[in-house]
């Protein structure tokens, strides 16, 4: 099967000869799920950034559906079918959830109604104004408008800021539901380990930019020491980490 998202030896930083994030390689199929992990300042964000087009590489290559794009522009790069979850949550705060979730709506992306069956809550708060919802519940319309994107692949940066674990909870299957259902491929960065892992089908551990770990999720998940390892290194206590 032809990968969605194959990264070839990425590397990524915000300025030439400062990669903080190095060599870094990974091909997700369709409908996969890959927890991006490490502890904080590794380069997982500046990574999804990369992915999103919002930073040029420093070097490698990325390929869509098994051909390479034009990296460093967002703009192609959402056109073509990778969202990122803006942690800023970008919503019109003066218009309704319905509205904020029609006017993301692109071709082949699921109906409002759909939407809203897989998050309840949207549903309840359909005629109110963004603006007013709770931090949680804009979090929340912020995935929904990704959704109605019909992502190839989305990008999903710390759902977990600000929001109660057992939110989170309750997000990261909905987030596994969507990729099975419409064959997207995730990567999912997220500081509660357990939960990224059992939501995930494989991960990759970042650590000073560099991956010092990647396998199946369940592998992961099943050897502490090995998470351990991979995520502090000899430097234990460090990063903010939900082990
Ligand atoms: N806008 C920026 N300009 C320059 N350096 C930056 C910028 N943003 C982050 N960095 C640096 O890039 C490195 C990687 O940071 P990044 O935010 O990608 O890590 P992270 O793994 O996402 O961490 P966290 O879990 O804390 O969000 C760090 O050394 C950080 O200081």
């Known amino acids: 099967m032809t990968a969605t998202l194959t ?11 400062h990669a903080c994030v190095r060599d870094v390689s990974f091909a997700l199929e369709p409908g ?5 992990l490490g502890p904080n300042g590794a380069g997982k964000t500046t990574l999804l950034l990369t992915l999103a087009g919002l930073l040029s590489p420093l070097g490698g290559r990325l390929d869509l559906d098994g051909a390479p794009i034009r990296t460093g522009n967002a703009r192609l790069a959402s056109r073509a079918g990778i969202v990122l979850v803006p942690d800023d949550r970008s919503l019109f705060t003066g218009l309704t959830v319905t509205e904020n979730l029609r006017l993301a709506r692109r071709k082949g992306g699921p109906t409002v ?31 929904g408008r990704a959704f109605m994107q019909a992502p190839k692949v989305l990008l999903v940066d710390e759902l977990s800021m600000g929001l109660a674990p057992v939110v989170v909870e309750s997000l990261l299957p909905i987030v596994r539901s969507f990729a099975d259902d419409r064959g997207t491929a995730v990567v999912l960065v997220e500081q509660h380990v357990h939960l990224a892992l059992a939501t995930a089908d494989v991960a990759t551990v970042l650590r000073h930019g560099e991956v010092t770990t990647t396998g199946p999720a369940a592998e992961l998940a099943a050897d502490p020491e090995r998470l351990e390892q991979a995520y502090l290194g000899s ?9």
Do not use: K, N
């Open 235 to 243: 430097a234990a206590g460090a990063g903010t980490a939900v082990f």
């Open 7 to 17: 990264c070839t030896g990425l590397s990524a930083g915000y300025r030439r000869g």
């Open 32 to 36: 996969r799920v890959m927890a991006l």
């Open 113 to 143: 109604a759909e939407v809203i069956d897989y998050f309840p809550r949207l549903g309840e708060r359909r005629s109110i104004a963004a603006g007013r919802l709770s931090g949680g519940e804009q979090q929340v319309l912020a995935l």
